[in-house]
């Protein structure tokens, strides 16, 4: 029987917060997205795994995948949409539908590349994925964990109950969230937060996380199942089982990968809102004169202006920093929007790599432009608004010219 799905994917703060300045009034708001024009449940989906799955219709042997004794059909799931298993980060809290498979000593594996998400608990029936469609947002899936059937993706809507309300924007997106637990892994609701993204500060993020690599120095609120029911050493003793577990494909779970998890799933989720925003105000208003006060505040996420300085410098594991890098593009000087800094702040130059994405590029002609227009406004210094003051001229020319050359259909005239 096919389960459920509520793909909850976390990162933290303590009790509800006010609002970061990268989001704006009324980003709440659930959008009805699905009456026209967007009608999201009865639309086709086109994302990655939906172009899958219609392979694996037409040729049913394909589906036959091996299935691992240990995995079931994960390893062959991550293969086929080029998830790489070094992304692995691991989840305790009881937030999935799949809640009594997960508990600290078995918690939940999420697996991502820059459009993909995928799930995975030890023992639970299905293999849990999202995927960001050019159109729709995120769309949800499940696989059956079952050796005598094939590979088969499911679209799951149900998902939307969580997934499509004011913790994802109020579009189809993805959920961040930072807790306590007890020692089983139920969650302590008092101390959830709104929204997590790379303005959340360190010590507020990672609540209901293992995180196994991260430099000693920083204070996070990962690692810590029972909060304050559990003597320290009782936690890094767990710390140090979970990270050698055999459940899982590879040991630990990835500060790199958790970092670059909080930026762009607020940046898928914002990129949604705008694409199903504009659409509607362009159906009722044939204009999108109203959305100013968005797209500004798309720009300052967008821009990192308020990003959270990094603790102090992190060593990133090998190969989840080879995986994250393997398609940047690289401009006339060999840099791209993919160089890490990762002493002070997470990139070396501040433009999220996800403006160079299928997502933004489908968004609603009349909208994209205006983005872009501004963009280049803010980058050669004509437009001059407070918000972007503390970007550098130094920055604003390496985008500038990054963009130039990595993304040249989205700047000509540049």
């Given at each position: 029987?096919?389960?459920?799905?509520c793909?909850?994917l976390?990162?933290?703060?303590l009790a509800s917060?006010?609002g970061?300045?990268?989001?704006f009034?009324g980003s709440t708001?659930?959008?009805?997205f699905?009456a026209p024009?967007?009608?999201?449940?009865?639309?086709?989906s086109s994302?990655p795994v939906?172009k899958?799955?219609k392979?694996?219709?037409?040729d049913r042997s394909?589906?036959?995948k091996n299935?691992?004794?240990?995995?079931?059909y994960?390893?062959a799931v991550l293969?086929?949409?080029?998830?790489?298993?070094s992304?692995?980060?691991l989840?305790?809290?009881?937030?999935?539908?799949q809640?009594?498979?997960?508990?600290?000593?078995?918690?939940?594996?999420?697996?991502?590349s820059d459009?993909?998400y995928?799930?995975y608990i030890?023992?639970?029936p299905?293999l849990?994925i999202?995927?960001?469609?050019?159109?729709?947002g995120?769309?949800f899936?499940?696989?059956?964990?079952d050796?005598?059937?094939?590979?088969?993706?499911r679209?799951?809507?149900e998902?939307l109950?969580?997934?499509?309300?004011?913790r994802?924007?109020?579009?189809?997106g993805?959920v961040l969230?930072?807790?306590?637990?007890?020692?089983?892994g139920?969650?302590i609701?008092?101390?959830?937060?709104?929204?997590?993204?790379?303005?959340?500060?360190i010590?507020?993020?990672?609540?209901?996380?293992?995180?196994?690599?991260?430099?000693t120095?920083?204070?996070?609120?990962?690692?810590d199942?029972?909060?304050?029911s559990?003597?320290?050493?009782?936690s890094e003793?767990?710390v140090?089982?979970i990270?050698?577990?055999p459940?899982?494909?590879?040991s630990?779970?990835?500060?790199l990968?958790l970092?670059?998890?909080d930026?762009?799933t607020?940046?898928?989720?914002?990129i949604t809102?705008?694409h199903?925003?504009g659409?509607?105000?362009?159906?009722?208003?044939?204009?999108?004169r109203?959305?100013?006060?968005?797209i500004?505040?798309?720009?300052?996420?967008?821009?990192?202006?308020?990003?959270?300085p990094?603790?102090?410098p992190?060593?990133?594991?090998?190969d989840f920093?080879?995986?994250f890098q393997?398609?940047a593009?690289?401009d006339a000087?060999g840099?791209?929007?993919?160089?890490?800094?990762?002493?002070?702040r997470?990139?070396?130059y501040p433009c999220?790599?996800?403006?160079?994405?299928?997502?933004?590029?489908?968004m609603?002609?009349v909208?994209?432009?205006?983005?872009?227009?501004r963009?280049h406004?803010?980058l050669?210094?004509?437009?001059e608004h407070?918000?972007?003051?503390?970007l550098?001229d130094e920055?604003r020319?390496a985008?500038l010219?990054?963009?130039?050359?990595?993304?040249?259909d989205?700047t000509?005239?540049w």
């Amino acid at each position: 029987m096919l389960i459920r799905l509520c793909l909850l994917l976390f990162g933290s703060a303590l009790a509800s917060l006010p609002g970061h300045a990268e989001d704006f009034q009324g980003s709440t708001h659930k959008l009805e997205f699905d009456a026209p024009p967007i009608a999201y449940s009865k639309t086709e989906s086109s994302d990655p795994v939906a172009k899958l799955s219609k392979i694996l219709r037409a040729d049913r042997s394909s589906g036959w995948k091996n299935f691992h004794p240990d995995f079931g059909y994960l390893p062959a799931v991550l293969e086929m949409l080029h998830v790489p298993v070094s992304s692995q980060m691991l989840v305790f809290s009881k937030t999935s539908v799949q809640r009594h498979n997960i508990d600290p000593a078995n918690p939940r594996a999420l697996y991502f590349s820059d459009a993909i998400y995928v799930g995975y608990i030890p023992g639970a029936p299905e293999l849990e994925i999202a995927a960001v469609d050019p159109d729709l947002g995120t769309v949800f899936y499940t696989v059956h964990q079952d050796k005598d059937e094939p590979v088969r993706f499911r679209r799951n809507n149900e998902c939307l109950t969580c997934h499509g309300a004011a913790r994802s924007m109020g579009v189809p997106g993805f959920v961040l969230r930072s807790l306590d637990t007890d020692l089983t892994g139920e969650i302590i609701a008092a101390t959830d937060t709104d929204r997590i993204s790379h303005c959340t500060p360190i010590t507020q993020r990672w609540g209901g996380w293992y995180v196994t690599n991260a430099p000693t120095d920083w204070v996070h609120r990962g690692n810590d199942p029972g909060h304050e029911s559990r003597t320290p050493e009782a936690s890094e003793a767990l710390v140090r089982k979970i990270s050698a577990s055999p459940l899982y494909p590879i040991s630990g779970s990835d500060t790199l990968a958790l970092l670059l998890h909080d930026h762009q799933t607020h940046m898928h989720n914002y990129i949604t809102r705008l694409h199903l925003e504009g659409l509607q105000r362009l159906t009722e208003y044939g204009h999108i004169r109203y959305l100013d006060i968005q797209i500004r505040a798309f720009l300052r996420y967008l821009l990192f202006t308020e990003e959270v300085p990094l603790p102090s410098p992190l060593s990133p594991t090998a190969d989840f920093l080879a995986a994250f890098q393997q398609n940047a593009k690289k401009d006339a000087r060999g840099r791209s929007l993919k160089d890490l800094d990762l002493h002070t702040r997470l990139f070396r130059y501040p433009c999220s790599f996800l403006i160079d994405s299928d997502a933004f590029r489908k968004m609603p002609e009349v909208v994209r432009q205006k983005i872009l227009e501004r963009l280049h406004a803010i980058l050669t210094h004509k437009d001059e608004h407070p918000d972007f003051a503390a970007l550098s001229d130094e920055d604003r020319q390496a985008v500038l010219e990054i963009l130039r050359d990595t993304a040249p259909d989205l700047t000509p005239g540049w």
